[in-house]
């Protein structure tokens, strides 16, 4: 166990991947239980053949699964992943076992912690000395030298994000195995010098779904593939959450990156069957600049250490530099947070398990330098996935051991300069929308940024602002992650070739919190002279409710907020009366815009109220009396139907914002269709809803009657949505369904948008938008709002004379388009209508081309889908029934 450093590495490097016998030193077996923050009980170095013996005992994964990992048609599944790594941790003294927490549907998330028992005896110590690298205020250049040279890298890597991509889970049993009983030079070298936070699936939800569901459908005609969405809200896009942090696996591999700051983290996926074998980085360009250009070098060498894994071991099809970028936080979370983000893409198989063969040698065929042997042989098996993956997790775990000072030195170093980035981004107190700031503040407060509040009032660049402001300095390690949250993106101009297509992201290029949310955020420069105090939790502020009115007075809120809409589902549960006014109206000085609820002035309307100001922050006032304009009483217990087909992941997105928002609405189902008008009094058909999907739905010929929910209702059913909105219903659609609702109804709208890329391109930016705030439909809505567009549509209206309509929200005639991300050919968007409502028959049509309901990102937005569902269903009324409260 001291071996000197240049002596251990040829041997090492010799006994690469050899399986030799031998004695580790020895602790009693380590098992962490419980919460994240119980640390392991190390017994003192007892009897090293005991140990070893007892790692002996675990069963090899083929044993105990009953099948080879990775072998044809075979998965294993969570119920038996779970008490394997249990056991494993049990039986061995280099393993830790601990369940982190649980899932959004309630299954175990688990994080083994693997290194030398030596190592684990001294977690603590390793911890405390990572934490001091990560934070390295007041820490001097010696000092991190020392620090480096006593401490130990943690290497994260987590599988299975994406559960249909199956062999990166199933490779994890093995690496636990090997990790865990491999006697030899070159395994007790690496886990002397690094610790390894595995995290064996990052969605076990997800795991559970389709590993079961293939095992379940075994020997049957059904398609083995699970159909729907494989984490509960959002599916696919469970990896485009690592900075809005929404769902609870986000927080939770979160949480184990903000306790143990590792230094990597590996990211294990799978491509289309005729991608490269393996990706990965180097990334293509361009990467966010608030990554740290060592961040990025680091994450280069690691890259590649995997790529010459792979071929030194005769793995050939391997390649890096295509397909992904390094830009979007919504994909990376770590490296904002100094980790370098290793994306491993495997090519994917068929069936999940079964051989993809092809006639010719699979893939590209052409040698580059970042692609250097192409795949020679015409089949690609599960097994294969697990060894390349296998492969990568290797090279990298043992690049990262050998080479451990400077990871820990860089890492150190990254830090340092964080802390002297300057500026300070001032979020004013006393905004708007109180939710959009307290959802901003928990992001960055999730996100271990440090956020002061302002003692007093105070004056900073030229502006004044309130006792109770927000400041977040940005000389602190992770000022970056708020930075690149709070400021304008100004991605960059990247085309294939001169005058050429451009060069797309692989995802998203803005994420501009404030415009999303509806808030404001100043950058300043100068110092900044107030006293601040260190937030250790995010409180709203503190609302004070008004004096109860008399009985033809009323309670008031105002209609900015989104979070009103928590308080809306609390007082249609509740049965409580409540009323928008149609206008603009005066109480003394107080100015109230359209769309301002009125509540009556019950004991139970103010329980709630009171109850809902104090959890958001949104004030509360009172009138004396209900003013003269004309108004709605929106409908009581509003039955709210979300069509989603199978696996539509924006639909899925919109019921977590209906349950983060406690919305009583229902899935529309294909035998809701026979009573739709019974059922239901507003629909929403968001992006991905098609004629298809709702015609021809999921195929019953491919799946059990289980799935009946999603299965086409043919014209028949096609015909009756159309009647639903011409006998009084109210639909709502946006992004792609925008599209469906023009066929529903033949609407005299025209897509204006140029089709050719190199003429108009905008994938996933911050656009310009004029609303209407005086339409129910933009009720509460600041008027320049930017829109969230992503390859959406953008109209001209052909015929405003088929159907009463009213334009909400368009594109400004001139100027610049773009408020933050990438656009091409902005002025094509000049004058373009987005948001319109329409009369259809006797029923209320809502349609956006641009996507309000974005992954839950543009909240302020999507303040107008609750406005629209709200307002179709509800009774319109004359100013003077308005006066009597509707009675
Ligand atoms: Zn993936």
């Known amino acids: 166990m001291t071996i000197s450093e240049s002596s251990s590495l040829s041997r090492r490097t010799l006994l690469r991947g050899a399986a030799v016998a031998g004695a580790a030193a020895a602790t009693a077996t380590v098992v962490r239980p419980g919460a994240a923050s119980a640390q392991p009980v190390a017994a003192p170095a007892l009897d090293v053949q005991a140990a070893a013996e007892r790692a002996a005992t675990i069963p090899t994964p083929e044993k105990y699964f009953g099948f080879r990992i990775g072998s044809d048609g075979n998965l294993a599944t969570w119920d038996k992943m779970v008490p394997y790594f249990k056991l494993i941790a049990d039986s061995s003294n280099r393993v830790l076992?601990?369940?982190?927490?649980?899932?959004?549907?309630?299954?175990?998330y688990i994080l083994l912690t693997i290194s030398s028992p030596n190592n684990l005896a001294k977690l603590d110590q390793l911890i405390e000395i990572n934490s001091r690298l990560a934070d390295p205020r007041g820490l001097s250049p010696t000092e991190a030298e020392k620090l480096a040279s006593t401490g130990k890298p943690f290497y994260m890597v987590y599988a299975g994000i994406h559960s249909t991509e199956v062999g990166n889970s199933q490779a994890t049993i093995e690496w636990a195995y090997r990790l865990a009983t491999e006697h030899s030079d070159y395994m007790d070298s690496i886990l002397d010098d690094l610790i390894i936070l595995m995290v064996p699936c990052q969605n076990p939800d997800g795991l559970v779904k389709v590993n079961d569901y293939f095992v379940k459908t075994a020997g049957t005609n059904y398609s083995r593939t699970y159909p729907d969405l494989y984490q509960k809200y959002c599916g696919h896009d469970d990896n485009r959450d690592w900075f809005m942090l929404t769902?609870?696996?986000?927080?939770?591999a979160a949480q184990i990156q903000n306790k143990y700051h590792p230094q990597v983290l590996q990211d294990s996926h799978q491509a289309g069957s005729g991608a490269p074998r393996m990706f990965t980085p180097p990334y293509l360009s361009p990467y966010d600049p608030n990554i740290d250009p060592i961040t990025v070098q680091q994450t280069d060498v690691l890259g590649l250490a995997m790529q010459r894994g792979m071929t030194a071991a005769g793995m050939k099809g391997a390649g890096w530099g295509m397909t992904y970028d390094y830009w979007t936080p919504s994909r990376q979370y770590c490296v904002y947070h100094n980790a370098v983000r290793i994306l491993t893409e495997a090519a994917s198989v068929t069936n999940l398990a079964y051989p993809f063969v092809s006639t010719r040698p699979i893939g590209n065929q052409e040698s580059s330098i970042s692609f250097i042997e192409p795949y020679d042989r015409t089949t690609w098996t599960l097994r294969q996935i697990v060894d390349y993956v296998g492969q990568c997790f290797y090279s990298g775990i043992e690049a990262v051991a050998y080479d451990k000072f400077n990871w820990l030195y860089n890492f150190y170093r990254v830090g340092v300069k964080g802390a002297n980035r300057t500026g300070a981004y001032i979020i004013a107190a006393g905004q708007r929308d109180p939710q959009a700031v307290k959802d901003t503040l928990d992001i960055l407060f999730r996100g271990a940024v440090e956020i002061h509040q302002a003692q007093a009032a105070f004056t900073a660049g030229g502006k004044q602002y309130p006792t109770g402001?927000?400041?977040?300095?940005?000389?602190?390690?992770?000022?970056?992650?708020?930075?690149?949250?709070?400021?304008?993106?100004?991605?960059?101009?990247?085309?294939?070739?001169?005058?050429g297509p451009p060069q797309r992201p692989y995802d998203v290029t803005a994420q501009t919190l404030p415009m999303m949310l509806g808030f404001t955020a100043d950058l300043v420069t100068d110092s900044i002279s107030v006293s601040t105090k260190l937030?250790?939790?995010?409180?709203?502020?503190?609302?004070?409710?008004?004096?109860?009115?008399?009985?033809?007075?009323?309670?008031?809120?105002?209609?900015?907020?989104?979070?009103?809409?928590?308080?809306?589902?609390?007082?249609?549960?509740?049965?409580?009366?409540?009323?928008?006014?149609?206008?603009?109206f005066t109480d003394g000085a107080r100015t109230f815009p359209a769309g301002t609820f009125i509540v009556p002035p019950t004991d139970a309307a103010r329980q709630i109220l009171q109850d809902q100001a104090r959890d958001t922050g949104i004030p509360v006032s009172a009138l004396s009396a209900v003013p003269p304009v004309a108004g709605a009483q929106l409908k009581a217990g509003t039955k709210i139907g979300l069509l989603k087909p199978a696996n539509n992941i924006q639909s899925g997105w919109l019921m977590f914002m209906f349950d983060q928002y406690e919305v009583d609405y229902k899935i529309v189902e294909a035998n809701d269709y026979d009573n739709l008008s019974g059922r239901f009094d507003a629909i929403v058909m968001p992006h991905g809803v098609s004629r298809n999907s709702i015609v021809n739905g999921l195929n019953r010929n491919n799946y059990p009657q289980e799935w009946s929910w999603a299965f086409g209702v043919g014209e028949d059913g096609w015909n009756k949505l159309r009647n639903f909105v011409t006998s009084g219903g109210t639909l709502?659609?946006?992004?792609?369904?925008?599209?469906?609702?023009?066929?529903?109804?033949?609407?005299?709208?025209?897509?204006?948008?140029?089709?050719?890329?190199?003429?108009?391109?905008?994938?996933?930016?911050?656009?310009?938008?004029?609303i209407d705030a005086n339409d129910p439909v933009g009720y509460g809505m600041n008027p320049k709002n930017p829109v969230w567009f992503d390859g959406d549509r953008a109209y001209r209206l052909i015929d405003p004379n088929k159907y009463p309509v009213k334009v909400v929200a368009k594109y400004p005639d001139s100027g610049e388009q773009l408020q933050s991300g990438w656009l091409i050919g902005g002025e094509h968007l000049n004058g373009a209508v987005n948001g319109l409502s329409w009369t259809v028959g006797s029923g209320y049509l809502v349609t956006f081309g641009s996507e309000i309901a974005f992954r839950t990102w543009n909240r302020g937005e999507g303040k107008m889908v609750f406005n629209a569902m709200y307002h179709g269903p509800s009774q319109k009324l004359t100013s003077e029934q308005f006066q009597r409260l509707g009675r």
């Open 97 to 108: 076992f601990e369940e982190v927490g649980k899932t959004t549907e309630g299954n175990p």
């Open 535 to 584: 937030l250790t939790e995010i409180k709203p502020p503190q609302i004070t409710m008004p004096t109860p009115p008399s009985p033809t007075g009323a309670y008031v809120i105002g209609p900015e907020s989104y979070g009103v809409y928590r308080i809306i589902s609390r007082l249609q549960k509740q049965g409580i009366a409540t009323f928008r006014a149609g206008a603009q």
């Open 469 to 499: 402001s927000y400041v977040i300095f940005l000389n602190q390690p992770y000022g970056g992650f708020a930075k690149t949250l709070l400021e304008k993106q100004n991605y960059p101009h990247l085309l294939q070739y001169p005058g």
């Open 247 to 252: 769902q609870v696996e986000s927080h939770l």
């Open 732 to 770: 709502i659609a946006f992004g792609s369904g925008s599209n469906t609702a023009q066929q529903l109804f033949e609407l005299p709208i025209e897509s204006i948008l140029p089709s050719e890329e190199t003429v108009f391109y905008c994938p996933g930016s911050l656009l310009s938008q004029e």
